[in-house]
Structures are given as structure tokens and as C-alpha cells.
T-cell receptor
């Protein structure tokens, strides 16, 4: 099946630094990718929709200047957590769908990136 | 408000036993419902996807049902294995150009010896 990868799998950083997380669709092109955040024992919460070649669409309550999203190619989207603070510590997951899947289209999720801000 | 509720929140069963997880939703307009398995520290992996007209769908030992009238779905796991220990998430998609996914909070299943 389709594969979505993320890098890094986990990162520990100091408060105030910026962290970049990459999401790649390995065997299909994705004009749209999605970024989620998941806190322990909680459900995935959509943060933003990443659109290739245009600005990302952010969900209500998500700061676009803090969570910078770049979707420069059809196989790569990046999420940069700027000036990270301990409350940003979470599990970040991206997903993408192969094009033309129709109503049966499946979103393929990356393995996630565990961020710990000290 | 679009919501997806799952029950039970957590479940412990013995290896080899069967179990059924429940999902009730209020999402509208409905497009499809998916069940995902999420291992700890990993991204979700799709198990089944069902549209309005589908009542049941199987994937190996996993069988999902959908009652679009009552807006309920279930995931039945047969002959559980230790590797089935994970969170199972019910996700409902709406139709239209503003199509969105609504995630349930998941059921944490632990299969023990």
C-alpha cells in the first residue's frame, strides 16, 4: 500500500528553538497533505491542511505563525514549530491521500514525530 | 456539531477471544466511515472503509459493520492476538468540497495471555 514517511521520528529540543518535521509521500504524489497533533490518550486533532504550491489552511485556534507549513513539492510537506515551548510537546502526524481515490480514498498516515521541548 | 463517540474507552481480553468495539456518530452529511488501528507511538493504519451503501466489510480477522440509519458502526475482532493490542479509531468523513474527517477518541485494546 501507499507509504508516507516522517522525519525525524523523535526530537528533543530546548525551549525557544525551532523544529522542522518532514512528511513525504513515497510512492504517490499528493497535492494535499494534512498535519495532526495528538496528545497522550487523546484523538488526533487536525492542525492544518497543506496545499502544494499555495498557502496552508489552518484550523481554528492553530497559530499559523507558530506552525509554519511549506508544501513545495507534490511529495514533501514540512511543519516547522517555531520558538517551541514545553506545551508544544506532542505527537505530530501527517497524512496524505493518493489522487483520484474518489469516495473510497484512504488517507495514509505517517509514523508520527514525537516532539519533546525541555 | 459533528461528533464521533467510541466505546468502551479501554478493553482487556484474553488471547484467542473475540471482541466488539462500538462507534456512534452524529457527522453529517455522511460520506464514509473508516476504522484505523494505531499502535503506540505510530501513525494510524487503515483497516476498513465503508460508504453509505455498505453494511459490512472484512479485513482478515477484522469485520466492520455500518448502520447508516442509526449512525452506528462496530468493529469485531475474531480470535484476538497479542499483536492486536493497540488503539482502534473510528473516523467519519463528510461529503462535499469542504469534506473533513472527524476522529473518535479511540478504544484502547489490550490482549493478554
Amino acid at each position: 500500500g501507499a507509504v508516507v514517511s516522517q522525519h525525524p521520528s523523535r526530537v528533543i529540543c530546548k525551549s525557544g528553538t525551532s523544529v522542522k518535521i518532514e512528511c513525504r509521500s513515497l510512492d504517490f504524489q499528493a497535492t494535499t497533505m494534512f498535519w495532526y497533533r495528538q496528545f497522550p490518550k487523546k484523538s488526533l486533532m487536525l492542525m492544518a491542511t497543506s496545499n502544494e504550491g499555495s498557502k496552508a489552511t489552518y484550523e481554528q485556534g492553530v497559530e499559523k505563525d507558530k506552525f509554519l507549513i511549506n508544501h513545495a513539492s507534490l511529495t514533501l510537506s514540512t511543519l516547522t514549530v517555531t520558538s517551541a515551548h514545553p506545551e508544544d510537546s506532542s505527537f505530530y502526524i501527517c497524512s496524505a491521500s493518493p489522487p483520484f481515490g474518489g469516495v473510497q480514498e484512504t488517507q495514509y498516515f505517517g509514523p508520527g514525530t514525537r516532539l519533546l521541548v525541555l | 456539531k459533528n461528533q464521533v463517540e467510541q466505546s468502551p474507552q479501554s478493553l482487556i481480553i484474553l488471547e484467542g477471544k473475540n471482541c466488539t468495539l462500538q462507534c456512534n456518530y452524529t457527522v453529517s452529511p455522511f460520506s464514509n466511515l473508516r476504522w484505523y488501528k494505531q499502535d503506540t507511538g505510530r501513525g494510524p493504519v487503515s483497516l476498513t472503509i465503508m460508504t453509505f451503501s455498505e453494511n459490512t466489510k472484512s479485513n482478515g480477522r477484522y469485520t466492520a459493520t455500518l448502520d447508516a440509519d442509526t449512525k452506528q458502526s462496530s468493529l469485531h475482532i475474531t480470535a484476538s492476538q497479542l499483536s492486536d493490542s493497540a488503539s482502534y479509531i473510528c473516523v467519519v468523513r463528510t461529503t462535499g468540497t469542504a469534506s473533513k474527517l472527524t476522529f473518535g477518541t479511540g478504544t484502547r485494546l489490550q490482549v493478554t495471555l
